[in-house]
């Protein structure tokens, strides 16, 4: 059973440009979670969704950013006209199910950088 | 929101000596309490959680206190091994929520 797949791996972008990130939950899980991590810091939730839906964009910013994980298909974070304070490093997580009793798996991340 | 603070965030040990790492949390309705092994260019692993019905959870050379009245919980990790050195996050997250609040991280180095 493979494990969460994120891709690309690396990203880089200059300034203005679009980034695309892709994730595939494990198998069996609806549930997927994006966090941002910037150098040297903790991982921040930015998004819960399960199948076509958004359930939680709270940690989203507003602007520029949107994510969405359609019936078929990866999960994708995209980053509209990216600046340099958009570079960290981007993970997601699936779980089966909702909430406490359902442990959130993590994919390898992607690092983008923009120059 | 949860706010979790981590301490320290940095820890050095020799070879065989035990590790302790702290987390604070302000949400008092948070009930499960995860911590995560990240190692360089990788995503966390879950290494061992614990949940707001018990004080104490024990695996292996791992273990987990939870202290609800003060709302903290600690990491203890007994007779370290090189491999164990890494950054180690706690994190929280609420009963019915679904989203993991996570501390700012502990580099562990352990020196053989």
């Known amino acids: 059973n493979a494990g969460v797949m994120q891709n690309p791996r690396h990203l880089v972008r200059r300034r203005g440009q679009e980034a695309r990130l892709r994730c595939s939950p494990m198998?069996?899980?609806?549930?997927v979670y994006w966090y941002r991590q910037l150098p040297e810091e903790g991982l921040k939730f930015m998004v819960y969704?399960?199948?076509?839906?958004?359930?939680?964009e709270s940690g989203m910013p507003k602007e520029r950013f949107s994510a969405e994980f359609p019936k078929e298909g990866p999960s994708i974070l995209r980053i509209q006209q990216v600046v340099r304070g958009d570079s960290a490093a981007y993970f997601c997580?699936?779980?089966?199910?909702?909430?406490?009793?359902?442990?959130?798996?993590f994919g390898p991340g992607t690092r983008l950088t923009v120059l | 929101g949860e706010n979790v603070e981590q301490h320290p965030s940095t820890l050095s040990v020799q070879e065989g000596d035990s590790a302790v790492i702290k987390c604070t949390y302000s949400?008092?309705?948070?009930?499960?309490f995860p911590w995560y092994k990240q190692e360089l260019g990788k995503g966390p692993q879950l290494i061992i959680d614990?949940?707001?019905?018990?004080g104490e959870k024990k695996d292996q050379r791992i273990a987990v206190t939870l202290n609800k009245t003060a709302k903290h919980f600690s990491l203890h990790i007994t007779e370290t091994q090189p491999e164990d050195s890494a950054v180690y996050f706690c994190?929280?997250?609420?009963?019915?929520?679904?989203?993991?609040?996570f501390g700012g991280g502990t580099r562990l180095m352990v020196k053989p």
């Open positions: 994190a929280a997250m609420k009963n019915a929520g679904n989203m993991l609040t």
């Open positions: 198998k069996g899980h609806s549930h």
């Open positions: 997580a699936s779980s089966q199910e909702r909430g406490p009793n359902n442990e959130q798996f």
């Open positions: 969704l399960q199948k076509e839906n958004i359930i939680d």
């Open positions: 949400d008092s309705a948070s009930n499960y």
């Open positions: 614990i949940r707001s019905n018990v």
